[in-house]
């Protein structure tokens, strides 16, 4: 290593933001278990005016340089629906990269200096930015590699930011399973008791109406997630944004809706492992991979299937509907993900440590957790 000291600045442009997303692939140029993320993607997600997560947070983004050479980024953030919705003077940083310890910890000192600055009291993070993107930090499951939407870390990221005075504020799990052949009699009794009541209707999303079922399945979910620890609610701009990301990956055998007396009261939203089908992209859309990758989803074959949300209207919560209700649309969907899509097997999460209710769904028959992934806190 250098004896050149680290220095910290801040992104100022579009080259330097070129920079900031570019470094992943400095850092993971080794790693097999790594999946080059869509760089028009992570390009959207820190730029103001495309992202609507910018309509009620603020953030700077900062590259960690030694003598020229890029050796880490980070983002600090402040989110005002954070600070209305977990805890007054909570501050978020996020993005987090580093090539070695001391390029780690000097951006998360720069970080918690400029949370200072903003009135924070505490840190928290890694959040890339939200809740709703990639929290958290990946602690366990480092040797498989992530399904779509899911983050990926390097093992030593843990003891660094353990040795800048953080500690465990929550962990979130995702659960993998065989779903090619599974069965269970108590889940089949659930299931079959359900298909005999006629007041329950579970039904595929209508690719129709696709912009009112995204916003029908995004407000279940802020009324289902609501109570949860780190909620903090979609705005309207971002559930018609999160729509628009989400539709040329939507599939109504995937995608279920139940209703109870013709009202729709949960959702089950699945997706094929689009990490599988642009992988060997680079993080380039163009000039060929733009084809490529729509030519791949229009009969997309995957071997995994992620559930990335799920939910359930809030005053179902902890009745035996709930599970009648979830376990319906879970075998609805492996049915046909099974045989439309090749999968044989399946990701539920990610899910809080201590979610009891989904964690009782998640653990189906064969399931074992695949990938914990840590958030971290520090008083300021």
Do not use: C
Not at 142 to 166: C, D, L, N, S, V
Not at 362 to 379: C, D, M, T
């Amino acid at each position: 290593m250098s004896s050149a000291p680290v220095t910290i600045r801040k992104v100022e442009g579009k080259a330097d933001r070129k920079r900031f997303v570019d470094f992943a692939w400095e850092v993971y140029k080794d790693d097999p278990a790594w999946v080059p993320p869509l760089k028009d993607e992570v390009m959207g997600l820190i730029t103001p005016g495309k992202n609507p997560w910018f309509g009620h947070a603020r953030a700077d983004f900062f590259l960690a340089e030694r003598a020229g050479k890029l050796v880490g980024r980070i983002s600090a953030q402040v989110d005002s629906l954070v600070l209305e919705h977990m805890e007054p003077g909570l501050g978020n940083w996020g993005m987090f990269e580093a090539l070695d310890e001391e390029a780690a910890l000097a951006l998360i000192r720069h970080t918690e200096q400029w949370l200072r600055e903003a009135g924070m009291t505490k840190a928290m993070g890694p959040m890339s930015l939200s809740v709703w993107d990639e929290p958290g930090l990946e602690i366990e499951g480092f040797q498989q590699a992530p399904t779509a939407m899911m983050g990926h870390h390097r093992p030593a990221y843990k003891g660094w930011i353990e040795k800048a005075g953080y500690a465990k504020a929550k962990d979130l799990v995702t659960y993998y399973l065989d779903i090619s052949d599974w069965r269970d009699p108590k889940i089949n009794r659930l299931i079959e008791s359900g298909e005999r009541n006629p007041r329950i209707n579970i039904r595929k999303v209508d690719v129709k109406r696709f912009d009112e079922e995204a916003a029908l399945i995004l407000n279940l979910l802020n009324d289902a997630w609501s109570d949860n620890w780190g909620f903090v609610p979609l705005t309207p701009a971002e559930i018609a944004y999160a729509g628009k990301k989400l539709k040329p990956i939507i599939y109504p055998e995937l995608v279920r809706i139940a209703e109870v007396d013709g009202e729709a009261v949960a959702f089950m939203l699945t997706i094929p492992d689009i990490n599988e089908l642009t992988r060997d992209l680079n993080g380039e859309l163009f000039p060929f991979g733009f084809a490529k990758l729509l030519w791949r989803l229009r009969k997309p074959r995957v071997t995994r299937l992620r559930v990335p949300l799920m939910g359930v209207a809030k005053r179902f919560q902890s009745s035996r509907l709930a599970s009648v209700l979830a376990f319906m649309m879970i075998e609805y969907t492996r049915r046909d993900g099974t045989r439309k899509f090749g999968a044989t097997h399946g990701e539920f999460g990610w899910i809080l440590e201590d979610n009891k209710g989904m964690l009782s769904i998640a653990q189906l028959p064969g399931a074992s957790v695949n990938h914990r992934y840590r958030i971290f806190e520090k008083a300021l």
